[in-house]
């Protein structure tokens, strides 16, 4: 049960968390159970050194049992009601109203923790200070915005999500060749009442040409948690620049400043996998935005940004907060996904491999990025048509590697008519079933139900394509449909071993907009 509930202060607190749980331990999944007692093995989860094996829990009596691992051997043993560690796993089993008899079993799945490739970069808007007037307008990648000072010296300060190498700097000059920066420095500290240290220093800079970007290497600094940039003398007592733009190492084509920046390898269900999963953070603090978005990769190269990876795809976005958000985080060797809740909104983001139809020889990297938006600009109070979970994804919400290698985008709905459910989509392009919408008939299932015993349905999402080549591409792993009528948000619905969250789609509450999420 490789699930973390809690709550996060912020959307980068919120980041922080999801990046600990993955890469700090690794995850159990996949439960089964043989016997006669009714007690449950709940509180799964590996170890900072697990690996994947097959572990399997033995009773010997009614309350005591053996723990061994198909790679690692004997783990140990346990009782029934007390919580047991190893080294590979930890569990705790409660007792049922019929009890365990001697040769029953629980047989549970381990992988090994995710491998953090990257997790950099500032750590968020509020963490950058200036006595320039416009200080975002550094960081929006428009030359024509610019920030400002009636002064010859000024600075910039940031701080990062965790110590960073500043290799480089580069500065963009106005439009105009009358101010510009003549010496300028970098310096550092690693804790907030410390002295600034100066990394280096640059003098007697000439320009030759309007919004001219001169590119500062810097030696070898080591790793500091905060960074400031100054400008002790100008052209003329002002100070008018249109880009700061900080690197970790000479030639990067991404921005320190900018953003906060992760990149996750998986190692999949068997642990042989490489599977890449990259995250971002957008906030503006002008229009109350503080969003992240999951990003996949077919490849890593630690010069470029998360969406400018190749053959990646760009971001799919969470629309939070930068205050409380409740949270929900599923993981396992090959996929994450994400609940969270920002007052009465509830989203969901799905990163990793599906379970496809066709074995690895023909889709070897089935890889699905999900969220609720495609605009990193979206806010979570947005009624737009295109702010949906992925089990109804809107335009620009869902894209998923095919067998031939090619990321094609999914949307069931989108802004093409007015109100919070716009229009059918009616170009060809991929689905998600069941809450499928054709151009020439609404196939949502309004009308499904609860089951005639009064359980609830879990319908798989499965994923298909309409364009040629026509593909029935398989299902999320762990993400399913479920009918509205008589649940809200945060329902439980137990199916088998395993109990699952109710989620609604985003602030929707009509019988078709639910899912659920197993807690595996």
């Not at 980041?15 to 007690?39: E, I, P």
């Not at 409380?324 to 799905?350: C, M």
């Not at 979570?380 to 090619?406: I, N, Q």
């Not at 309409?466 to 809200?488: L, R």
Request: proline share 4%; charged share 15%; aromatic share 10%.
């Amino acid at each position: 049960m490789s699930t973390k509930i809690s709550t996060a202060t912020g959307y980068l607190d919120f980041l922080k968390q999801v990046d600990t749980y993955l890469t700090a331990t690794g995850h159990a999944w996949g439960k089964t159970f043989v016997g006669t007692g009714n007690g449950d093995l709940t509180a799964y989860l590996g170890s900072a050194t697990s690996v994947a094996e097959t572990v399997t829990v033995t009773f010997s009596s009614s309350t005591a049992f053996a723990v061994s691992g198909s790679v690692s051997g004997s783990l140990g043993s346990g009782t029934v009601g007390t919580p047991f560690t190893s080294g590979k796993i930890a569990f705790s089993i409660s007792a049922g109203s019929t009890a365990f008899a001697s040769a029953d079993a629980f047989v549970i799945n381990t992988s090994a923790k995710w491998t953090r490739l990257r997790g950099t970069g500032c750590a968020g808007t509020d963490k950058r200070s200036s006595d320039l007037t416009g200080l975002e307008n550094l960081f929006d990648t428009d030359v024509s915005t610019r920030a400002t000072k009636a002064a010859a010296d000024g600075y910039v300060e940031w701080e990062m999500v965790g110590p960073t190498e500043v290799r480089e700097v580069v500065v963009q000059r106005n439009a105009v060749n009358s101010t510009v920066p003549t010496s300028v420095r970098l310096l550092y500290r690693d804790i907030v009442s410390d002295p600034w240290t100066v990394a280096q220093t640059w003098s007697g800079l000439s320009w030759v040409a309007a919004s001219e970007a001169k590119l500062l290497s810097v030696g070898t600094p080591g790793t500091h948690l905060f960074w400031r940039f100054e400008i002790t003398a100008s052209s003329v007592a002002a100070i008018d620049l249109s880009a700061l733009i900080l690197h970790a190492l000479p030639g990067d084509s991404y921005d320190l400043g900018e953003s906060a920046s992760y990149v996750w390898e998986a190692p999949g269900l068997d642990g042989t996998k490489a599977i890449l999963i990259g995250a971002r953070t957008y906030g503006s603090g002008a229009t109350d935005t503080f969003n992240i978005g999951f990003s996949g990769l077919r490849a890593f190269d630690a010069t470029k940004g998360v969406e400018g990876q190749p053959n990646g795809v760009s971001a799919r976005w969470l629309a939070l907060v930068n205050s409380s958000i409740g949270y929900w985080l599923v993981v396992n060797g090959q996929r994450l996904i994400v609940a969270t809740k920002s007052a009465s909104v509830y989203q969901t983001a799905y990163a990793g491999f599906g379970t496809p139809y066709e074995p690895p020889s023909a889709h070897s990297y089935p890889l699905i990025v999900a969220a609720s938006t495609g605009t990193r600009t979206t806010r979570y109070d947005s009624t737009s048509a295109d702010f949906r979970h992925p089990m109804e994804p809107g335009s620009g919400s869902m894209a998923a590697v095919y067998p031939d290698a090619v990321w094609r985008s999914h949307a069931n709905r989108d802004q093409s008519s007015a109100g919070p459910d716009g229009g059918t989509v009616t170009v060809a392009g991929g689905r998600v079933w069941p809450t499928t919408l054709r151009s020439d008939s609404d196939a949502r299932p309004t009308f499904i139900r609860e089951n005639v015993d009064g359980t609830r349905p879990l319908l798989p999402g499965v994923l298909f394509h309409t364009a040629s080549p026509a593909h029935i591409w398989g299902e999320f792993d762990g993400y399913y449909w479920t009918p509205g009528f008589g649940t809200v948000a945060e329902a439980n619905i137990r199916e088998g071993l395993f109990d699952h969250l109710v989620v609604q789609n985003i602030f929707r509450t009509s019988a078709q907009s639910y899912a659920a999420v197993r807690l595996d």
